[in-house]
C-alpha cells in the first residue's frame, strides 16, 4: 500500500513519543538556496529529498484561551517556566476504550502517571466488579502471552483492591475530578492527553525572581483551555548540530523509517538518556553538542569545554531547605558533604501535635507558649502567653466534661514555675503556638545535623564552606532543613581532570554525543570530586515537596471543640474563685524568659500538603537554662506535682527574635487586663445578684 505524504503539523499530533526516533523525507516546502537554513533561530527551510531523523519532541510554549462568560475570549502566549499553579478540570468527553486512554494519556509507576476513570455501569471483571460510578487508578501497562491488559487500583474503606482491565474492554469512562495543584511543565508531561485540549483553573501564583513576558489577569476566575505549541529535535544525515524545527513549518513529510539506516545519523544524548545507560558504558569521553543555556559559577566548565569526561552515574542524597524569611524565600539543595558549620535557631511550633512529633530522646526540648489556650475539659491544663515547658510523651488521661468522664489524648509535659517543675497535661487539640529555647552552642557539621536530629530542623550558618569561592547560604538569615531525598546525578569532569563535579539530571539541560571509552585515571573521591550547593526556583520545590510528600500520612484530625449546652449557659453562674496570679517574669533567681510570638513568623501561602516555614529577626536577650534540671528530671516522673531545683542555677543566652519579643509584651499585657477586667465584672455582677437577693 503506498503512503500518503502529510504536513508536518499532522505527522506530529499523530506522533507517539515511544515510538521515535523516527526518520523522515521532505516531499514538499519551502526551501533557499536549496538547503537548511535558519530565521530568527528556531524557523527552517528544507529542499527535497532530505532525510532528517526525529530524535525528541517537545512543547516549547502554551497557548491559553482564557473563556469568560459575556465576554470575548481572549489568547495569551505562556512558557513552561510560568511561575504558577493550576488545578485540573476534568474532561467531560468520555473515553470509548481502556485502549483510547492507554493511547492519550501518560501512565507509569510515578504517582502522576496514574490516571483516575470512573465508569457509569458495572464492570465484571475476573477480579470482581468495579462498581458502578466507582472510581479507579490506572497503575501499570502489562502485556502477558500477547495479551495487553492494565491494572487498575481500587481504594474501598482504606483497603486497596487490584483489578486487570483488557484493553479491548469498552464502555464510557470519564476522567475523574483531581484536586491536586500542578505547574505548567508537570501538566505538559503528565496530564495533557493526546488529541485533546486541556483544561485548568487558575489555582496560585508563585514568586518569581524572573520576570514573565506574558501573564495572565490577575483578576481572572475562569477556565483556561491550554494548546500546545510543538517542537520537534532533529539531526541531518551529515550534520552535527540538533536542529529544532516548529511543528507548525508548512512542509510536507513522509515516515521512511523502515527503509532507511539509522546508524548514519549523529546520536545526540540528553543527561537523562545517558543516566539511563547501563553500567558497562561508564566511563567514557563526550562531545558537547549543546550545552547548557545558563548553569551556576561551579559547573561553568560544561559551557566553555568541547569535550567532557563522563565517568559514571549514581544517585546521591540531597537536603532540601528553605530560607527562613517572610517574602522572597530561597530553596536550596545542599549536598551531605557541605563543608560549612551551623548553629541550632529557635523552631516553631503551630500545635501540641507538632511538638509530640518534634520531641526527641536525646534531649529534653524546651518550649515558651506563644499563644494561649483554654482547655474544655477538667484535668487539662490551660496554656497562657509566656508559660515555659519541658515536652516529655503523649499519654491517654481520663477528664471530665459536663459530668461525664471521657478518654482522651493530651500531651504530658513539665510546666516551669519559678525554680519548681509541675507535671500537666496538654490536650492534643491545641490550637496555639509554641517556639524552642535552644540551650544548645555547639556548631555542626550538615551530616551531624541530619544524623543527631530530625527534620525539620532550623540552623543557622555560622562558618562559611570554605571550598568554594561563593557560599549561598552564608547570606541566609536561617535556614529550614526540610528533608533529606534522593536525585539522580552524574559525575563529570574536564578530559584532564582539574575540575570535577556531580551534575543533576533534572536541571540540567545539555546534549552529549558519546565519543569512545575512557581509559584514563580516575578522579580521587572527596578531594577532586566536588558537590555543588544548587538554588531552585518554585516550581522545582513545589515538585521535590510532593514526591517526598507523596507516602506520607498526614497527622490525626483533632477533636472538635466542645461547647456547653444551652441551657447551662443560660443559668446563673456562681462566681469563680480568684485565680492565683501567674509567676512574675522578673524573678530575682532567674532571667527573664524570653517570648517569642508567632505574630511575625508569616508562613508563606503553599499547597496543603506543603509544612510551613518561619521568619524571625534575630537580637539577643537573656533565656534562663535549668542547669541541673536534666538529671532531676531522669530521677522524677512527670506526674508528681513538683520538682525543686537547686539553688545554683545556672544561665545561658539565646538569639530570641526581637519583634517576637515585643508582640509577646502586648498580647502579655492584653491579656492582663482582659484578666483584671473580667475579674471586676465577675464582682459587679456578685454584688448585683446580692443586691437583688436582698
Not at 563522563?310 to 524565600?329: C, D, F, G, M, W
Request: with cysteine; glycine share 4%.
Amino acid at each position: 500500500m503506498e503512503r500518503m505524504a502529510m504536513t508536518l503539523e499532522k505527522f506530529t499530533r499523530s506522533l507517539d513519543a515511544k515510538s521515535l526516533p523516527r526518520v523522515l523525507q521532505i516531499q514538499s516546502g519551502y526551501y533557499f538556496q536549496g538547503s537548511v537554513y535558519e530565521l530568527f533561530g528556531r524557523e527552517w527551510s528544507f529542499s527535497y529529498g532530505e532525510l532528517l531523523k526525529i530524535i525528541g519532541i517537545s512543547v516549547t510554549r502554551l497557548i491559553v484561551e482564557l473563556q469568560s462568560e459575556g465576554s470575548k475570549s481572549m489568547t495569551v502566549d505562556l512558557s513552561l517556566d510560568y511561575p504558577g499553579l493550576f488545578r485540573i478540570v476534568a474532561d467531560k468527553r468520555p473515553y470509548a476504550s481502556i485502549q483510547e486512554i492507554v493511547d492519550s494519556v501518560c501512565i507509569s509507576p510515578e504517582c502522576l502517571g496514574q490516571p483516575e476513570f470512573r465508569c457509569p455501569e458495572e464492570l465484571q471483571l475476573a477480579e470482581g466488579t468495579i462498581q458502578a460510578e466507582e472510581s479507579f487508578r490506572i497503575t501499570a501497562l502489562r502485556t502477558k502471552h500477547g495479551d495487553s491488559h492494565v491494572n487498575c487500583e481500587v481504594t474501598r474503606k482504606d483497603s486497596k483492591h487490584i483489578f486487570t482491565v483488557k484493553l479491548s474492554h469498552t464502555g464510557e469512562f470519564y476522567e475523574c475530578a483531581d484536586d491536586q495543584f500542578y505547574t505548567l511543565r508537570e501538566l505538559v508531561e503528565w496530564k495533557m492527553p493526546k488529541g485533546r485540549k486541556r483544561t485548568v483553573t487558575w489555582a496560585k501564583s508563585l514568586p518569581s525572581k524572573e520576570k514573565c513576558v506574558s501573564k495572565l489577569p490577575e483578576d481572572y476566575s475562569g477556565d483556561l483551555v491550554l494548546t500546545p505549541v510543538y517542537e520537534l529535535q532533529t539531526v541531518s544525515k551529515f550534520g552535527k548540530n540538533v536542529v529544532f524545527i516548529p511543528s507548525t513549518l508548512d512542509i510536507e513529510v513522509l515516515d521512511v523509517t523502515e527503509e532507511s539506516d539509522g546508524a548514519c545519523f549523529m546520536q545526540p544524548l540528553s543527561l537523562r538518556d545517558v543516566f539511563a545507560k547501563p553500567r558497562e558504558v561508564f566511563p567514557f569521553r563526550a562531545e558537547i553538542i549543546e550545552p547548557p543555556s545558563q548553569v551556576q559559577e561551579e559547573l561553568g566548565f560544561l559551557t566553555t569545554s568541547k569535550q567532557v569526561i563522563v565517568h559514571s552515574a549514581y544517585q546521591t542524597k540531597r537536603i532540601l531547605a528553605s530560607e527562613i524569611r517572610s517574602e522572597a524565600q530561597r530553596r536550596f539543595l545542599i549536598p551531605v558533604s557541605y563543608n560549612g558549620r551551623f548553629k541550632r535557631r529557635p523552631r516553631m511550633f503551630p500545635t501540641a501535635y507538632d511538638l509530640e512529633v518534634a520531641k526527641s530522646d536525646m534531649e529534653q526540648l524546651h518550649v515558651v507558649a506563644t499563644r494561649a489556650f483554654e482547655a474544655d475539659y477538667e484535668g487539662l491544663s490551660s496554656v497562657l502567653v509566656g508559660d515555659q515547658y519541658l515536652v516529655h510523651k503523649r499519654e491517654t488521661s481520663e477528664v471530665i466534661y459536663g459530668g461525664r468522664r471521657k478518654t482522651v489524648e493530651a500531651l504530658a509535659c513539665e510546666k516551669m514555675v519559678g525554680k519548681k517543675y509541675e507535671a500537666v497535661l496538654i490536650p492534643m487539640c491545641l490550637d496555639g503556638g509554641f517556639v524552642e529555647v535552644v540551650h544548645d552552642k555547639k556548631q555542626y557539621m550538615l551530616s551531624e545535623v541530619c544524623h543527631r536530629f530530625s527534620l525539620p530542623f532550623n540552623v543557622k550558618v555560622s562558618m562559611r564552606d570554605l571550598s568554594v569561592m561563593e557560599d549561598l547560604l552564608a547570606g541566609a538569615t536561617g535556614l529550614q532543613l526540610e528533608e533529606e531525598i534522593t536525585d539522580p546525578y552524574l559525575l563529570v569532569s574536564t578530559p584532564d581532570l582539574a575540575q570535577c563535579w556531580e551534575v543533576p539530571v533534572n536541571r540540567i539541560n545539555m546534549t552529549l554525543q558519546l565519543l569512545q571509552q575512557w581509559s584514563g585515571p580516575e578522579p580521587t573521591q572527596g578531594k577532586a570530586v566536588c558537590s555543588a550547593v544548587e538554588e531552585i526556583g518554585e516550581d522545582c520545590y513545589f515538585t521535590l515537596r510532593r514526591y517526598v510528600n507523596a507516602s506520607v500520612l498526614p497527622p490525626p484530625r483533632p477533636p472538635k471543640r466542645h461547647q456547653q449546652p444551652l441551657e447551662d449557659t443560660l443559668k446563673l453562674q456562681p462566681p469563680r474563685p480568684k485565680k492565683p496570679d501567674p509567676p512574675s517574669p522578673k524573678s530575682p533567681h532567674t532571667a527573664k524568659p524570653a517570648m517569642p510570638s508567632p505574630s511575625s513568623s508569616d508562613c508563606a501561602e503553599q499547597n496543603t500538603s506543603i509544612p510551613r516555614n518561619e521568619t524571625s529577626i534575630t537580637s539577643l536577650v537573656v533565656v534562663s537554662k535549668p542547669g541541673p534540671q536534666k538529671a532531676i528530671v531522669e530521677e522524677n516522673s512527670p506526674h508528681n506535682n513538683t520538682i525543686e531545683q537547686d539553688d545554683e542555677y545556672t544561665h545561658d543566652y539565646e538569639y530570641i527574635d526581637e519583634d517576637e519579643l515585643d508582640s509577646i509584651r502586648r498580647k502579655f499585657n492584653d491579656q492582663s487586663i482582659h484578666i483584671t477586667g473580667k475579674k471586676k465584672s465577675e464582682k459587679i455582677c456578685h454584688a448585683d445578684c446580692k443586691t437583688g437577693l436582698v
